[in-house]
Nanobody, 113 residues
Framework: QVQLVESGGGLVQAGGCLRL?????????????MGWYRQAPGKQREFVASITSGGVTNYADSVKGRFTISRDNAKNTVYLQMNSLKSEDTCVYYCNEAVSDSWGQGTQVTVSS
């Protein structure tokens, strides 16, 4: 089991930016597909972005061109740079490791309009 700890959430005005971090335990991190998901109150958790061990990325259409996922294998950390934030980006953001289907506790992002 991989343990994941997210950080970096907060309150930001529309048009602003935030960078989320997800620190993973275990040296196998560099082999794993890592992803970010988000969930708004009363809604299903949805995919945001993912990155393979080789750095191949994938994004939800709603965040393409605004969000960037990256990883630092030496630090066992994956990042989500979020730019041009909109009120509809307000959610709890979760980090995921695909192989073990491990999840972090989530970090709240609130975008005020």
């Amino acid at each position: 089991q991989v343990q994941l700890v997210e950080s970096g959430g907060g309150l930001v005005q529309a048009g602003g930016c935030l960078r989320l971090s997800c620190a993973a335990s275990g040296s196998i991190f560099r082999f794993n597909v890592m992803g970010w998901y988000r969930q708004a109150p009363g809604k299903q958790r949805e995919f945001v972005a993912s990155i393979t061990s080789g750095g191949v990325t994938n994004y939800a259409d709603s965040v393409k061109g605004r969000f960037t996922i990256s990883r630092d294998n030496a630090k066992n950390t994956v990042y989500l740079q979020m730019n041009s934030l909109k009120s509809e980006d307000t959610c709890v953001y979760y980090c995921n490791e695909a192989v073990s289907d491990s999840w972090g506790q989530g970090t709240q992002v609130t975008v005020s309009s």
